[in-house]
T-cell receptor, first 114, second 114 residues
Framework: DQQVKQNSPSLSVQEGRISILNCDYT??????FLWYKKYPAEGPTFLIS?????DKNEDGRFTVFLNKSAKHLSLHIVPSQPGDSAVYFC?????????????FGEGTQLTVNP | NAGVTQTPKFRVLKTGQSMTLLCAQD?????MYWYRQDPGMGLRLIHY???????AKGEVPDGYNVSRLKKQNFLLGLESAAPSQTSVYFC?????????????FGEGSRLTVL
C-alpha cells in the first residue's frame, strides 16, 4: 500500500506565480516530513522539512504546510522560477523507524514556463 | 567535495547475469541506503545499513543482496538479473541516530536488463 501519495504527476505554472504541490499520507506514525527536488540525471536533493509539532516551515521562496488532522502536506513556491522545474518528491519518516528510513511519494513533475 | 559516489553510472546486463553496484561516501555517515526509482512509483527502499557490518531489508529486497564491510562503502549485488530489475538505482547516506532523516543521494546508476 502506498503510504505517501502525490496525486498529481505533473504541474505547470507561469514564472512568477505560485506553485502548490500536494502530498497525502496514511500512516499516523509519521512525524517528520521532507521535500526533495530532483533534476534529470541527478540524485534527489533535500529542499525543506517539517516536524509534526509544527504546521508551517518557511525557507526563502519555499514554504511547507502540514495539516495533521487531514494527513496532508503541501509545498508552496513563491514566486516560481524556470530553474524550479524539476520532479518534487514528498517523503515521510517515523521516529520509531529503524535506520531513519524515508517513505517517498511518486513525485510531481513541476514545469515553470517563462 | 565528492559526497556520495556511485559506480557504474550505466550498465546493460543480460537476464541471468550478475553485477555489483558500489556506493562510496566520504562524509563519515553511519546510515546508508539503496533505493530504486521506477516511473510512477517514486523511490522504493531496497536495503539499508545502520553501521559497518550491518544490513537490513527495505520494502523491495527480493533479488538483491548487500554488504557493508567498510563504513564508507555500501555494495548492492544482483546475483541473477531479471528484466524487472531494470531501473535507476540511488544510493544515499545520512549521519545517523538523532538526526532528522535528511538523506544525501548519489547521482544514480541506470541499469538495463535485457
Amino acid at each position: 500500500d502506498q503510504q505517501v501519495k502525490q496525486n498529481s504527476p505533473s504541474l505547470s505554472v507561469q514564472e512568477g506565480r505560485i506553485s502548490i504541490l500536494n502530498c497525502d499520507y496514511t500512516n499516523s506514525m509519521f512525524d517528520y516530513f521532507l521535500w526533495y527536488k530532483k533534476y534529470p540525471a541527478e540524485g534527489p536533493t533535500f529542499l525543506i522539512s517539517i516536524s509534526s509539532i509544527k504546521d508551517k516551515n518557511e525557507d526563502g521562496r519555499f514554504t511547507v504546510f502540514l495539516n495533521k488532522s487531514a494527513k496532508h502536506l503541501s509545498l508552496h513556491i513563491v514566486p516560481s522560477q524556470p530553474g524550479d522545474s524539476a520532479v518534487y518528491f514528498c517523503a515521510a519518516s517515523a521516529r520509531e523507524t529503524s535506520g531513519s528510513r524515508l517513505t517517498f511519494g511518486e513525485g510531481t513533475q513541476l514545469t515553470v514556463n517563462p | 567535495n565528492a559526497g556520495v559516489t556511485q559506480t557504474p553510472k550505466f550498465r546493460v546486463l543480460k537476464t541471468g547475469q550478475s553485477m555489483t553496484l558500489l556506493c562510496a561516501q566520504d562524509m563519515n555517515h553511519e546510515y546508508m541506503y539503496w533505493y530504486r526509482q521506477d516511473p510512477g512509483m517514486g523511490l522504493r527502499l531496497i536495503h539499508y545499513s545502520v553501521g559497518e557490518g550491518t544490513t537490513a531489508k527495505g520494502e523491495v529486497p527480493d533479488g538483491y543482496n548487500v554488504s557493508r564491510l567498510k563504513k564508507q562503502n555500501f555494495l548492492l549485488g544482483l546475483e541473477s538479473a531479471a528484466p524487472s530489475q531494470t531501473s535507476v538505482y540511488f544510493c544515499a547516506s545520512t549521519p545517523g541516530q538523532g538526526r532528522t532523516g535528511e538523506l544525501f543521494f548519489g547521482e544514480g546508476s541506470r541499469l538495463t536488463v535485457l
